[in-house]
């Protein structure tokens, strides 16, 4: 679709991995250094979910460069330590505070039928203490 036809309302094509079951997109504005991301996954069978990531962040490329499929049981959960996602997710990104491995999860959560579709929201205000 031409960008003309999206500028007058169409919406724009679904990605592929959209197209293979229930699925999740999460849209995330990582604050001060301006970059931005996508994230889609879809559940291809059982708990088994597809990522695709889209970004204008070198780091964050670096996640994803082709879409990676996973087992959405093993990304849930902190008692063994992180999950291999965002393991590997951290050791792309430059930035602790990140907020891209976090959108992964929900989206693998939400694709497999773990959690349900809802915003997460963080406001951050610096504030003077006075003694």
């Known amino acids: 679709m031409s960008e003309p036809e999206q500028a007058a309302g169409s919406a724009p094509q679904p990605s592929a991995v959209c197209a293979m079951g229930p699925s999740a997109r999460v849209l995330v504005d990582a604050g001060v250094c301006g970059h931005t991301a996508t994230v889609r996954a879809a559940k291809t069978g059982g708990y088994i979910v597809r990522l695709e990531l889209e970004s204008d962040c070198p ?19 902190l008692r063994g330590g992180l999950p291999p996602l965002l393991e590997s997710a951290y050791a ?3 930035h602790a ?35």
């Open 92 to 94: 792309c990104c430059a």
């Open 59 to 77: 780091h964050v490329q670096k996640i994803a460069a082709a879409p990676i499929e996973l087992d959405a049981l093993r990304q849930i959960g």
């Open 97 to 131: 505070a990140c907020p891209v491995p976090s959108a992964l999860i929900k989206a693998v959560e939400v694709a497999a039928g773990l959690a349900l579709p809802d915003d997460v929201t963080m406001t951050i205000t610096k504030e003077l203490v006075s003694e």
